[in-house]
């Protein structure tokens, strides 16, 4: 996205130019939401930098210890192959930060059960890990097999100011013809404009896409407009009507300790090239993302009676991420929260894998750890980009 802050260079402090720089990264990452925060689940180097790479490479840690033992839960019915690359399932026990127990589920006919329960069930994802939306089309297939009704789908990856044309191509969609998923799942993602969305190329999102249309569940937009996330990346919440700030709880700030962290990772994902200072606002903005995502999925599951929400682990965590605003917004929906996580080579233990809150509790319901990718250091871009605007 072109950079759109303007500023006279001349008399600008260096704080105003640092303020700048971050509210340009928030604009180049507006539709990338919580893509650093992902990959820092995993304690593994960030995936995303400047700009999200079309799809991860090759996977390179079936060797970890972790994805060494074939697991039963692998075994599936689902005619895609994508359990079988799994390298374990676990249901967390987050009530007491002192045991902090995970229990493996053996097969999946567990994952569904679990499942069962959910009103909003949150799916979280490393964006651009082909393998994690396959296994989203999958859990999105098991998750309607288990409601009366076809749940509907809330998608991170699609802007608020998209579902007019979203909703204009699905009108086109054919269901009488054979496999009609297939062509008009593959033909979505062009309605969309997706070669421009700055996220991996479409056809890793495709599967999903199929098995919302085979099922019959309603496609929704999840996401915050670009104009709003960088006006907010810029000015910070006060940018937002009071009145849309107490809609989406926004008026209530996080617990210090929550903020904290969310600027601890806010840093950590920006290769610790910018002080602590400048990222308020980048938090502020990563906080609409989530109560814009919440209401969302909120709206939906009250229309279908239940929801699935996809979007990145750092919007999934249940301490500060979109479940934080789904409890306030709709206190008697049950949410579940499964995040799928890379496994790290420098971590052995599945706990180790999963997102904690400040006080030591999982920050998930479930995790689903699969193998790593090979990526590039994004650091090392981001660095060179810092360099030249020196």
Not at 119 to 136: C, F, K, S, W, Y
Not at 285 to 295: E, F, G, I, N
Not at 345 to 364: M, Q, S
């Amino acid at each position: 996205m072109p950079n759109q802050h303007i500023y006279n260079r001349h008399t600008a402090t260096q704080s105003d130019r640092l303020a700048v720089r971050a509210a340009s990264l928030a604009a180049n990452f507006s539709l990338a939401a919580g893509f650093a925060l992902a990959s820092w689940l995993t304690s593994a180097t960030l995936t995303n930098a400047a700009k999200l790479p079309k799809q991860a490479g090759t996977h390179t840690t079936s060797s970890h210890p972790l994805c060494s033992v074939q697991h039963s839960a692998n075994n599936s019915s689902v005619a895609d192959s994508a359990w079988a690359n799994v390298c374990g399932i676990f249901q967390v026990d987050g009530s007491n930060p002192a045991v902090r127990s995970l229990a493996a589920l053996p097969n999946i006919g567990l994952l569904r059960k679990a499942l069962a329960s959910a009103d909003i069930l949150i799916l979280g994802e490393v964006h651009d890990n082909a393998l994690h939306h396959r296994l989203q089309a999958a859990v999105l297939a098991d998750f309607a097999r288990v409601k009366a009704k076809a749940p509907s789908l809330v998608m991170e990856h699609i802007r608020s100011d998209q579902q007019p044309a979203l909703n204009a191509y699905l009108s086109t969609v054919d269901r009488h013809q054979p496999r009609f998923w297939r062509k008009s799942a593959a033909n979505l993602g062009p309605a969309l404009n997706w070669k421009n969305s700055r996220w991996p190329q479409w056809a890793v999102f495709q599967p999903i896409a199929e098995a919302a249309l085979r099922i019959g569940a309603p496609i929704l937009a999840g996401n915050v407009t670009r104009q709003e996330i960088v006006l907010v990346a810029r000015q910070g919440l006060k940018a937002i009507p009071q009145s849309r700030q107490v809609a989406l709880h926004l008026n209530v700030p996080l617990p210090r300790a929550l903020q904290e962290a969310l600027l601890d990772q806010l840093e950590a994902s920006h290769c610790n090239l910018l002080p602590r200072t400048v990222f308020g606002n980048m938090a502020a903005a990563q906080r609409l993302r989530d109560a814009q995502l919440a209401q969302s999925a909120v709206a939906a599951a009250h229309a279908s009676g239940s929801t699935i929400l996809l979007t990145g682990n750092g919007h999934a965590r249940t301490d500060r991420g979109a479940a934080w605003y789904i409890k306030r917004m709709a206190p008697t929906l049950r949410v579940v929260s499964i995040v799928l996580v890379e496994v790290s080579a420098n971590l052995t233990a599945p706990k180790d894998h999963v997102p904690k809150a400040p006080d030591g509790r999982f920050a998930a319901d479930m995790i689903v750890l699969t193998p790593k990718p090979e990526r590039a250091d994004p650091c090392i871009k981001m660095r060179a980009r810092f360099s030249k605007k020196r």
